[in-house]
């Protein structure tokens, strides 16, 4: 009796932690009392002041608006303190270039960081609103389409906790990741347009106005010293605008910057057509240059070769090198004779994936042509300083700009690119005499109908550092992709495997769990995640371990509530939480849990009394608008839920729910309750991961394929804490390498058959019924990610899971253990690793200069 009444206590406080917040503030200044008047104090002067808004007229809208602006301008002083003493210590800096930075909501994450997560609810709730309404109004920043960008966004809150001098780089997109609605089981797109009640947390800079240049041509003359001089002219500018979003580390005075780019036309444009009397001209034009920054291309792993993308991508890199170089010259002193002998000791710039690679061009460039350095010196200077990192080797996904294309946007880069490769091709044509096969797989310009740029080669060409973002992809890429290189520059190649910020994805996330293990252990973990190994110890313990299922529980039961409300169907929280959210793609798999689900249904239609655990299946995630089969999956999977949920045979045994607009904050909602973690894909397809690490981070189980991390989750955890199952990536490989039948598995297997028999017939829609057979035909015919290769083995272990599933209390230690092992995958593991490894840049603590 007595743990138990020991364990009700605890759970009325559990409880009253998940309302009112996190423990109190780390560094209380003033008085927690005073901190809140002072907050509230704050807050209406922003109502009055900055919105002309009453307690009479004030909207929830503006209360958020308010609350934002409070917050930041308490990041204010420490922002410009961490800039000023980045020049005062002349310290070297790194820039990370990324197309993509998947935020969310920067409102909680900023409380969390600046611990006045506790004070700020006070005040707001004395103030007569609730937090979780407050905190709803924002919207996501969903500056990107999955795991890199959302990568790059850990990264930065990581880099600011370990106070390392870094800035973020990419472009302000007016309109990020569209709106998923799902309309008759259909996936529709609306605009995200995200700004349209501003944005609290940036601060425009138009005094950092950059022009980029586009289009043109490029002319030669020889200068006074006799030299080859090149002049890119008759081009057409874009200005290119700042915006800077401050990135504050955790409770520790940093404040970095995260500056966004965004493209105006310039006044010279407009003028030209004024001139010439034509107005509308001039209007129309101007709106066409403004799309530079309209958009984010919302394909996730698909290269698309659009000409509006490349100008992305130069856009962003031109203004960002412009930026990058006129801060360095303003440490450098007049009278240096080489004023840019020094810039790889100050200067790390990343390259998140291909995208930004137009840098290393841009960088001779200016040297070249601006600078009137040598192409030699400016070499060595371009290779110190970019490193590189690959996401993907899906051959779909890798950058391949047409010549002529590249050539028209921009010529005078198309010329040093063929410069670079020309170099580069006569060093390997000295080292590996007359390997014309090698020279073609190695040159930056694949040969062919149509000429093409690869941007991999010219990244790992002019970069000193190229990785990978796990263990197995770093192989596969040393291996296979990019064999060529390894060969020649082994001592470039290096793993970082990938990792995820436990402030926002354990802390804010999931404040309850946040909260008892806290209790337990302490607040270390915050920014030591190997301190979860403390936890170990406690996984058997009974008492423990109930407060572990509850916090699980009340979080399953705030997710079925939010279903219950949204896609009407009530799911029960006692059943096991099975979900796979992600992008939606094909080789993510999310048809072989749809085969799982059709046999699951099968089963208990066949045998109403049979012993399976009940289940609930939770599929999330956005599919590119014009990948017409990933869309078609989608349909699927809503049709199957339709007919599932209505059957009355299933009862609660299995339900099956597809939740709209999966996002940053979808996914802070539905990773606290999950019990298991769907990461199926194909072994070799996916680099890494990162929602696998998320799912672990907050108790789920995984089951998993032996692809990207899943591999160093299993090593951590143990073989016993996790299901993995199906074919390994050489057994993949050979399996291709045979001849894969698709069919041989459609033949033995009589579970598979009728389900896809269901599919293809049209069980699932009766209206149409031919509409799921391209998806079957598809995977009779080809099935390129081996579906069918491993649905045995997945169903098998599914079993499994249902089986430990049914066993509370081991279902549990595994739970704990899984946790308790997560240490390995914080992103301020990785990032250290990028810091010491590859950028060599150190952490700057920052004291206050007027030493408060
Ligand atoms: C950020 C923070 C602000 C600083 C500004 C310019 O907006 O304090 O003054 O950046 O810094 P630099 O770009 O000149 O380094």
Known sequence: MKPKQKGNGRKA???????????????????????????????????????????????????????????????????IETQQAYYKKDVKRVYYLSLEFLIGRTLGNSLINLGLLDSTHRAVHDLGYRMEDIREMEFDAGLGNGGLGRLAACFMDSLATLQIPAYG????????????????????????????????????????????????????????????????????????????????????????TMRLWSAKSTREFDLEYFNHGDYERAVSDKAQTETISKVLYPNDNVFEG?????????????????????????????????????????????????????????????????????????????????????????????EKWPVTLFERVLPRHMQIIFEINRRFLDQINVRFPNDVDRLRRMSVI???????????????????????????????????????????????????TNGITQRRWLMLCNPGLAGLITDRI???????????????????DPVFRDDWREVKHRNKRRLAGYIAEKIRVRVDPDSLFDCHVKRMHEYKRQLLNVLHVVSLYNRIKADPSADVVPRTVIFAGKAAPGYHTAKLIIKLINSIA????????????????????????????????ADLSEQISTAGTEAS??????????????????????????????????????????????????????????????????????????????THPELFRPVVDSLLRHDPYMVLADFAPYVACQEKVGVTYKDKDL???????????????????????????????????ITFSDGK
């Open 13 to 79: 406080a559990l409880k009253e932690r998940t309302t009112v917040g996190q423990r109190p503030a780390f560094r209380p200044a003033v008085s927690q009392d005073k901190e809140v008047a002072q907050l509230k104090d704050s807050f209406a002067n922003h109502l009055k002041y900055s919105l002309a808004k009453d307690e009479y007229s004030a909207t929830r809208l503006d209360c958020y608006t308010s609350v934002a602006l409070t917050i930041r301008d308490r990041l204010i002083r420490q922002w």
């Open 169 to 256: 780089y990419g472009i302000r997109y007016e309109y990020g990741i569209f709106f998923q609605k799902i309309i008759d089981g259909y996936q529709v797109e609306t605009a995200d347009n995200w700004l349209r009640y501003g944005n609290p947390w940036e601060i425009e800079r138009p005094e950092f106005l950059y022009i980029v240049r586009f289009y043109g041509r490029v002319e030669q003359h020889h200068d006074e010293h006799g030299s080859l001089r090149h002049q890119w002219v008759d081009t057409r500018d874009v200005a290119a605008v700042a915006f800077d979003t401050p990135i504050p580390g955790f409770r520790n005075n940093t404040v970095n």
């Open 306 to 398: 659009k000409e509006l993308r490349l100008k992305q991508e130069y856009f962003f890199v031109s203004a960002t090198i412009q930026d990058i170089i006129r801060r360095y010259k303003k440490t450098q002193t007049a009278s240096s004779p080489h004023p840019f002998a020094a810039f790889p000791d100050k200067v790390a710039i990343h390259l998140n994936d291909t995208h930004p690679a137009i840098g290393i061009s841009e960088l001779m460039r200016i040297f070249l042509d601006i600078e009137g350095i040598g192409w030699d010196d400016a070499w060595d200077l371009t290779v110190r300083t970019f490193g590189y990192t690959n996401h993907t080797i899906l051959p779909e996904a890798l």
């Open 446 to 496: 694949e040969e062919g109908y149509e000429k093409r740029v690869r941007m991999a080669n010219l990244s790992i060409i002019g970069s000193h550092s190229v990785n990978g973002v796990s263990a197995l992809h770093s192989d596969i890429l040393k291996a296979g992709l990019f064999r060529d290189f390894y060969e020649i520059w082994p001592e470039r190649f290096s793993n970082k």
């Open 522 to 540: 302490g607040e270390a973990w915050t920014t030591d995640l190997y301190a979860l190994r403390k936890l170990r110890q406690y996984a058997k």
């Open 642 to 673: 339709d007919v599932v949920n209505s059957d009355p045979y299933i009862k609660d045994l299995l339900k099956v729910v597809f939740i709209s607009n999966y996002s940053v904050s979808m996914a802070a909602k539905i990773i606290p309750a």
């Open 689 to 766: 991961g990162t929602g696998n690490m998320k799912f672990a981070l907050n108790g789920a189980l995984t089951v998993g394929t032996l692809d990207g991390a899943n591999i160093e989750i299993m090593d951590e955890v143990g073989e016993e804490n996790i299901f993995i199952f199906g074919h390994t990536a050489a057994e993949i490989e050979s399996l291709r390498q045979q001849g894969y039948d698709p069919g041989k598995y459609y033949g033995e297997n009589p579970d598979l058959r009728l389900a896809l028999d269901m599919i293809a017939g049209g069980y699932f829609c009766r």
């Open 811 to 845: 279902w549990t230690r595994k739970s704990i253990l899984n946790v308790a092992n997560m240490g390995f995958f914080s992103a301020d593991r990785t990032v250290k690793e990028y810091a010491d490894g590859i950028w060599g840049v150190k952490s700057l603590p």
